[in-house]
Every structure is written in C-alpha cells, then in structure tokens.
C-alpha cells in the first residue's frame, strides 16, 4: 500500500512509499481509508515546529475516516463494511486525560492515518453518522471533539449565553455550530470581512474584525452592555490570551486551545483572581465525547464546513491552502 511519510521536516519534504498492509490481530480493525482532514497541528507537525524531536519516520494526519475492510479475532463492535473514523487520542476512551492516553495520538505520537489502509485497534474507532459523507466524517476526529469539549465539558452553558469565538478555523467554526444548536449568543472575531459574512451567513449573532477594532475585547464588552462574555473558545494563544481575559464576564470560563499567535507569556494572575476566572486547556477529547458529539450532530443535521477537498497525494497543496490561511472551515483530503 501507498503511505505518505514525515523523514525529513519541510512540506517539500512529503514522501510517499510502499509498506506492507498490516493485517489485524486480535481486538484490531483493519479499514481502508477514503477521506482524512488537515488541522494546524499538522501543518505544525511536518515543519518541525510542533515536536522538533519527533520520531521519524512518521505517517502524517490525525483525523481520517474510512470503510472496514477486516477485523481480527474477539472483534465485537465492528464488522466488514461499516464507515468509521479513527479517534485522536487512540487510548482515551473516556475519562479525564492521563499521560498515557496522551501517549497514543495519530500523527504524533504514532502513525496517522495518511496511508491507503490504517489498522487500528476497534477501542479507536466510532462508527460514522448515516447523514454524513466519509470526507464529512473525516472533517470531525480533532478540531469537532475540542469544540464539542471546550463548550461542555467543563462548563453547564445554557441558552442564551454569550460565547466568544476567535478566528474562522475549524475548531471556531464548529464551536459556532454547536453554540447556535445549544441556544447561546455567539459572537465572531476575525481580520477578514469575507469570513465574517461567512461566519453571519452561518448563524453568527455578531461578528468584530480585530483590524478594525484591535481592542477587541473592549468591543466585545460593548456588546454585551459590559457586562462580558460567558465563555471565550481562545485559539490565539499568548498575542490574545490577555484581551480574552478583559472581555469574559466575573465568573466566566475560557478554554485554551491554540497558540496560533504564540507561547510567550503574557499574562498575570490577577484577572483570575479578582474575577473568579475559570480557565481551562482543552486537548481534544475522548470517544465518549465523540461519541455523545456526534448523537448531537445527528439530532441537529450539523454537517462539517468544508472549504476545499484535495485528492491525498496533493496533501502539499492542501498544506499550502492552510498555511495561506484564506480557507473558511475544513480542508479536506479524498483517497
């Protein structure tokens, strides 16, 4: 079988090879891929900037989705044929985070799932939604479980409740989704107008270009009588981190998920303590988050925002879409 492989760090740098198809053993489920996604960790993770020290060589990619093509002795939640998609963390199946559960995800840690066929243990996968396509499915494994995890995994959010998205990624985009389902009053930010009528033409309540108005948080705060925002979904990191924690609310929560501005430290602990902040760091998520995420999904007919689909051996053109970052939503690869 064709696999694409991380040797050396550089997007020019892709490789694909032959491996042999690893046949499944006991407990495992050998699946043939047909779709996987593109998410800022792998755009990190083959220019070296994600894990400098990564074990190579490495097959990319952590969210993919496919049909079962055979499964090993003592199988018992998935037979030839069904449509499932791969779990990030491959050990965390429900539960609070340990290190060895963090030990286990795709396209770090271990081989993802850019190859022509993935065999995976049957813990580490769900089955897909009937209304979903396989590259919809595919869209769903990272960015889909953190939003699904930053807005109720930690928090008990109720309608009418104010959240704060930052940026237009895939991680923000399902936040939204999941947000308007729940009831909540959301509030977009971003650099582009583009994106931002995109983000309207979703359900996005109201949106702030953060050119237009840098102090952000100030207009956030306007927005809501200055009282501020319930929740913040913080993907910025260390540039956006303290304006996050001047537009939430006394009592608010903010979940910590990106560092697309970096990790410098920029904050102090006196915002936390004088308004009874709850900040929590958000790292994906179990399957049995995925798991009740996608009886929502289902529920509510949610379907992924896919900005473009590559076939997978153009994964270095879908890299550039990314690190371009004119894409709305999922970048998205067909086998």
């Known amino acids: 079988m064709k696999v694409c492989e991380i040797q050396e760090f550089g997007i020019d740098q892709l490789t694909f090879v032959e491996r042999d198809i690893q046949r499944p053993a006991d407990g495992q489920v050998l699946v043939k891929m047909a779709a996987a996604s593109l998410n800022f960790r792998d755009y990190l993770m083959v220019g070296g900037q994600y894990n400098p020290k990564l074990k190579r060589p490495l097959i990319p990619l952590s969210d993919g989705a496919g049909i079962v093509e055979e ?157 501020g925002v319930d929740h913040v979904i913080e993907v910025g990191g260390s540039n956006t981190l303290p304006k996050s924690l001047k537009a939430v609310r006394t009592h608010g929560a903010i979940s910590v998920i990106g560092v697309l501005s970096g990790v410098e430290p920029s904050v102090t602990p006196t915002a936390l303590l004088m308004n009874s902040l709850r900040v929590q760091g958000i790292y994906v998520g179990s399957r049995s988050m995925f798991e009740r995420m996608n009886r929502a999904l289902a529920l509510h007919e949610i379907k992924p925002v896919i900005h473009r689909t590559f076939g997978w051996m153009e994964i270095k053109e879908g890299l550039r879409l990314m690190e371009s970052q004119s894409h709305f939503g999922k970048i998205c690869l067909r086998f």
């Open 71 to 227: 499964v090993g002795t003592g199988v018992t939640r998935f037979k030839k044929g069904d449509r499932v998609a791969g779990i990030f963390f491959q050990k965390w199946i429900d539960g609070p985070p340990t290190r060895d559960k963090g030990n286990s995800a795709l396209g770090g840690a271990i081989d993802g799932v850019l190859a022509e066929y993935r065999t995976f243990s049957e813990e580490g996968l769900v089955a897909v939604p009937e209304f979903l396509t396989l590259e919809e499915a595919a869209a769903l494994p990272c960015a889909a479980v953190t939003a699904w995890h930053a807005l109720f995994g930690h928090t008990s959010p109720a309608p009418g409740d104010v959240v704060l998205l930052q940026g237009t990624g895939g991680v923000s985009i399902f936040a939204l989704q999941f947000a308007l389902a729940a009831g909540m009053r959301t509030i977009m930010t971003s650099s582009s107008d583009e994106k931002l009528a995109h983000a309207k033409a979703l359900g996005a309540h109201e949106t702030i270009n953060y050119k237009i108005h840098p102090d952000w948080d100030k207009e956030a705060r306007r927005l809501t009588g200055d009282e």
